[in-house]
């Protein structure tokens, strides 16, 4: 397994590669990652250790939020690329094809199950094909998971997934999620960079049955983190691997903090040979009805791509499902 960084100064590879494997300079050879190239300021570093390893919790602590990231001896240390070991399993529905339409519940917070069954039919009335919770609404005392995933199902064609969110306690995460599905949720969803990433992993292995959106509230920590960080990619490609169907990748508004460039970076994360299946790629945040085509064309085209509309919708004059109506319209015409 190999790693880049782009790292100033590029000597500091070098504490790198004995930091992340044997901690000590004449630690055992055969397990001493090495730097293997050095290209201006990227440095690529070799991890005998790591070749063949599916623990996400280790991949984490070896080169991505490793001890690296706490050293005081560098200027700046950015973990660009990864050439990932074999044997993690992808998605196991893989990417929905063609395009799709995405719409969160919303209010986030407040609703009783009741009342998002009916906003659920709304948006699945204006033409949604996956509705999903918001990031912050789990199980209150209000709304349980498991009532309001029954109102929800009740009331949405079959045809339409609703994705609960299941995150929460560790030790209970697979009970909630085996409760959601058997009251009906057609998709799971988690928030994983929070959770923990080794959730995505524990959901894809449990086999349930359904497609797995992995939120990535708390991943901007990690890209945005100034002088240490980590690539749109290389979190895109390691949420893919690890089991996600659906992966957020920003968008083209100034909602979210990606570049257009890092918004397509990371759509071919979820397309390109990693040796699983594809993942669609969520476009979602600032995403409606007056800049859903443009979001498409800045995307490079429809194939397993989900326009995810959330708040923009919902200011629309004639409602909600008139809001999700035409961001589906926009796209469908484009």
Not at 123 to 132: I, P, R
Not at 263 to 288: D, F, K
């Amino acid at each position: 397994m190999q790693a880049t960084y782009e790292i100033d100064p590029p000597s500091w590879g070098e504490t790198l590669a004995i930091l992340q494997s044997v901690s000590l300079p004449d630690g055992p050879r055969l397990v001493r990652a090495r730097i293997v190239d050095v290209a201006g300021s990227r440095v690529t570093v070799d991890f005998p250790a790591l070749d063949g390893e599916h623990s996400v919790e280790q991949l984490l602590a070896a080169c991505i939020a490793g001890e690296w990231a706490d050293r005081g001896d560098v200027r700046s240390c950015r973990l660009v690329e990864v050439a990932w070991p074999g044997g993690l399993p992808g998605p196991a529905l893989g990417a929905d094809p063609g395009l799709s339409i995405g719409a969160i519940v919303k209010p986030a917070l407040g609703l009783m199950p009741e009342e998002a069954a009916a906003v659920a039919a709304e948006l699945a009335e204006g033409g949604a094909d996956l509705l999903k919770d918001d990031e912050l609404m789990a199980g209150p005392p209000y709304s349980p998971l498991v009532e309001r995933v029954r109102a929800i199902a009740a009331s949405i064609p079959e045809d339409v997934r609703y994705a609960p969110n299941v995150t929460g306690p560790a030790q209970s995460l697979l009970g909630r999620a085996e409760a959601a599905v058997e009251a009906g949720a057609r998709a799971l969803m988690v928030n994983a960079f929070l959770q923990g990433l080794g959730s995505v992993r524990l959901l894809r292995d449990a086999g349930f049955g359904v497609p797995l959106f992995v939120h990535r509230v708390g991943s901007s920590f990690l890209r945005r983190g100034g002088v240490v960080s980590v690539s749109a990619r290389v979190l895109a490609e390691l949420t893919r691997l690890l089991g996600a169907d659906y992966v957020q990748v920003g968008s083209f508004s100034s909602r979210t903090f990606d570049t257009d460039d890092e918004v397509r970076e990371q759509i071919a994360a979820c397309r390109s040979t990693l040796g699983v299946a594809p993942s669609t790629a969520v476009l979602g945040g600032g995403v409606g009805p007056d800049n859903a085509a443009r979001q498409l064309r800045l995307a490079g085209g429809r194939d397993g791509i989900m326009l995810l509309l959330g708040s923009s919708a919902y200011v629309h004059p004639d409602g909600v499902r008139a809001g999700v109506a035409a961001a589906a319209a926009a796209v469908r015409a484009d």
